[in-house]
T-cell receptor
Framework: AQSVTQLDSQVPVFEEAPVELRCNYS??????LFWYVQYPNQGLQLLLK??????LVKGINGFEAEFNKSQTSFHLRKPSVHISDTAEYFC???????????FGTGTRLLVSP | KAGVTQTPRYLIKTRGQQVTLSCSPI?????VSWYQQTPGQGLQFLFE???????NKGNFPGRFSGRQFSNSRSEMNVSTLELGDSALYLC??????????????FGPGTRLTVL
């Protein structure tokens, strides 16, 4: 079985500052990794995904994440955040054989001016 | 291409009633998954359908059921509603090709409130 840990429930940051949202996972099999963003009263939007290949993946809205197999981490980063990035961010894993996503508990990113 | 659509967006029911939620996947997507999102339990997998067959099921009671039609549209049903069933129900669709599972794209969700 897989599990995902997002240690930070809330991350406050000032506009134009860099941010890192942490994600660690546990799995006994190969997994795919995802970051989704959820704005208030909306569904989940895919930010980026790691399936294979380069461990640094780039997504939409200037976000990127690095897959680190030895540390079983998939942290999300953005060099300069905007007010509009205020939202909840979910890290998720899925094994290669099934369509079941296992989500972390989410990190609320609060960007203030 | 239109995204995943879910109807209705909001629903209010009372305990003991049943409810049916609908999901239309992205055109060409044949896999549909359902998730429940609550403040206490977070996002949890309910089930997944592919070509009208349930392929995977999460740890939910039998009151939660679903089906998929030949056009890939899916419905989920919850019978004998309980207060704890109040949640945002999210549907996701994905494209499969040559047996490779695709990325899931989510709809806006149906907000169910049980009184």
């Amino acid at each position: 079985a897989q599990s995902v840990t997002q240690l930070d429930s809330q991350v406050p940051v000032f506009e134009e500052a860099p941010v890192e949202l942490r994600c660690n996972y546990s799995s006994s099999v190969s997994v795919y990794l995802f970051w989704y963003v959820q704005y208030p009263n909306q569904g989940l939007q895919l930010l980026l995904k790691y399936l294979s290949g380069s461990t640094l993946v780039k997504g939409i809205n200037g976000f990127e994440a690095e897959f680190n197999k030895s540390q079983t981490s998939f942290h999300l980063r953005k060099p300069s955040v905007h007010i509009s990035d205020t939202a909840e961010y979910f890290c998720a894993v899925r094994n290669t054989g099934f369509q079941k996503l296992v989500f972390g508990t989410g990190t609320r990113l609060l960007v203030s001016p | 291409k239109a995204g995943v659509t879910q109807t209705p967006r909001y629903l209010i029911k009372t305990r003991g009633q049943q409810v049916t939620l609908s999901c239309s996947p992205i055109s060409g997507h044949r896999s549909v998954s359902w998730y429940q999102q609550t403040p206490g339990q977070g996002l949890q997998f309910l089930f997944e359908y592919f070509s009208e067959t349930q392929r995977n099921k999460g740890n939910f009671p039998g009151r939660f059921s679903g089906r998929q039609f030949s056009n890939s549209r899916s419905e989920m049903n919850v019978s004998t509603l309980e207060l704890g069933d109040s949640a945002l129900y999210l549907c996701a669709s994905s494209l499969e090709s040559a047996g490779a599972l695709g990325t899931q794209y989510f709809g806006p969700g149906t907000r169910l409130t049980v009184l």
